[in-house]
């Protein structure tokens, strides 16, 4: 699966994405995820299956939903402690249990 971790400015959502690889990794699972900032989304949602946005970019939320929509990808908004999750096996905990209900290709 392939995964856009966006926020404002690509700096949090890296360490998301570090976290939540080397947590697949760990898993056995094949998933790639990488940090994307806000303003190059647009470029590059086509790349992705799941977009996951940072909790300070909910106000965009749907219409990052709406250009996700578009191009096939599902979105899930983070929680607002996410950035707790030292290991990335909360954060992957949630891709799984979100994905398992979401439409599309990540169902």
């Known amino acids: 699966m392939r995964i856009l971790v ?3 400015a690509g700096a949090s959502s890296t360490f998301v994405a570090q976290r939540l690889q080397r947590a697949a990794v760990s898993a056995g699972l094949d998933l790639q995820a990488e940090a ?9 949602i086509g790349e992705a299956e799941l977009v996951l946005i940072g909790p300070h970019l909910t106000q ?3 219409s990052i939903r709406e250009d996700a ?4 990808a599902s ?3 983070l929680p607002e402690d996410i950035f707790t999750d030292r290991d990335g096996r909360r954060t992957l905990d949630l891709i799984t249990n979100a994905t398992a ?3 599309g290709p990540t169902a």
């Open 101 to 103: 209900s979401l439409p």
């Open 69 to 72: 929509a578009r191009h096939g």
């Open 75 to 77: 979105v899930i908004v």
């Open 60 to 62: 965009v939320a749907d």
């Open 6 to 8: 966006v926020c404002g």
């Open 36 to 44: 994307v900032p806000h303003v190059a989304l647009a470029a590059r």
